[in-house]
């Protein structure tokens, strides 16, 4: 892959673990529904509604303030069956996708280790700290944070978007800027078919 960027205004770098964006807006979700007292039943008991999904182009324009260059935008998940249009749509709206299969115990694995792989690589190699740049994680998982010592170290700044029972304490602190997800939720929510 070769970016061409040819700006001299701060460039976003966008990473977002769809499965827990996904998984966590399932639970907000069902609680809104009534199916959960509130998040905290709705995480010990795995209580999710099963039919919200959310909007890839809000999403978007919630992580991304209008007008500023995105050096990438990559999204992780689980490979879905065949027969799934989510990861098309996700293509048409201009994310990279990478998938990876679930274990046997139908954990996901490696994608953490392969978003925050990714985020250091393109620290490196294609992010400018002299113009400003900055990497936004939609995730939020303390599991990060070494990722974003690196960054840090390297003069990227660092935004996080994501739910707000789901992100660690730790992250949402060391992170330049934090964007709540929740008082989106209704913007994000696609319709039910």
């Known amino acids: 892959m070769r970016l061409e960027l040819a700006v001299a205004d701060p460039v976003l770098w966008v990473y977002v673990d769809n499965s827990n964006v996904w998984i966590e807006g399932q639970r907000i979700s069902a609680v809104r529904n009534g199916d959960a007292r509130d998040l905290i ?14 909007d890839f182009g809000r999403l978007y324009e919630i992580a991304c303030p209008h007008g500023v260059p995105i050096g990438r935008s990559k999204l992780w998940g689980s490979k879905p069956p065949d027969n799934d249009s989510l990861w098309d749509k996700a293509r048409r709206e201009g994310f990279q996708v990478e998938t990876f299969d679930r274990n046997a115990a139908n ?28 990497a936004v ?41 934090y964007v709540e997800l929740d008082p989106y939720f209704e913007k994000l929510s696609r319709a039910r078919t």
């Open 41 to 54: 039943e709705a995480m010990n008991e795995r209580i999710v509604d099963h039919s919200w999904s959310y």
């Open 107 to 134: 954990r996901e694995k490696r994608v953490d280790n392969a978003i925050g792989a990714t985020m250091i690589e393109d620290a490196f190699v294609w992010m400018k700290p002299e113009r400003g740049d900055m």
């Open 137 to 177: 994680l939609v995730g939020g998982d303390g599991d990060f944070l070494p990722t974003f010592e690196v960054l840090r170290r390297r003069g990227i700044r660092l935004r996080v978007v994501f739910w707000r029972h789901a992100t660690s304490r730790d992250l949402r602190e060391f992170a330049d800027e």
